[in-house]
């Protein structure tokens, strides 16, 4: 996967931490250190691909998905696809709710998530995001404390092992952790 990010300007493309390649190579890394399944890894190595909410400078060239497709696999490409159309701000208060929706950040609709569908893309967006504002002291100090707080309201969704990454990131870099902190306690 990384060879596809090289060859199509990930690796010229700044970011936190260096560049889109590398933090795309992290974030998967971080994801397979959790246990997620090969297509939730190979989701997070390409999470980019045509663009999100928070970095809209696509990774994939070509017309349609089926390049993508081609290199993760249907499953993965359906999470990059649905992780790059999602209008953030209107999505992630659902996901923490009985009937989670994502909600498209070009179109405003908004689609039901299934539970396994909401799991993958909540431990994508923790990666993403701890590895963001792991490299990246501004934005930590700007947004750690509130994505602690969506992260904990999330926490009932993700893995063991993705809850100890998340504490081990709040215990770092989450100065003043939301009331009643991120444990499980």
């Known amino acids: 996967i990384g060879w596809f990010t090289h060859r199509n300007g990930g690796v010229g493309l700044q970011h936190p931490g260096g560049t889109l390649a590398a933090h795309l190579d992290r974030v998967g890394d971080m994801l397979r250190g959790w246990g997620e399944t090969p297509a939730v890894v190979d989701a997070g190595r390409l999470h980019a691909a045509y663009g999100t909410d928070g970095f809209a400078t696509p990774v994939a060239v070509g017309s349609g998905r089926e390049p993508v497709?081609?290199?993760?696999?249907?499953?993965?490409?359906?999470l990059i696809h649905l992780y790059c159309l999602c209008d953030?701000?209107?999505?992630?208060?659902?996901?923490?709710?009985?009937?989670?929706?994502?909600v498209d950040r070009h179109t405003g609709e908004a689609t039901a998530l299934d539970d396994a569908t909401r799991r993958a893309l909540v431990v994508m967006t923790i990666a993403n995001e701890i590895d963001v504002l792991s490299h990246d002291a501004a934005l930590a100090k700007t947004h750690g404390n509130s994505l602690a707080a969506l992260f904990a309201s999330w926490r009932p969704h993700i893995s063991e092992s993705a809850s100890v990454g998340l504490d081990r990131w709040c215990g770092e870099f989450v100065k003043e952790p939301p009331l009643g902190g991120v444990s499980k306690d």
């Not at 953030?88 to 994502?102: G, K």
């Open 69 to 78: 497709v081609s290199i993760v696999g249907q499953e993965a490409e359906r």
């Open 88 to 102: 953030r701000r209107a999505s992630y208060p659902s996901w923490s709710a009985p009937h989670p929706q994502l």
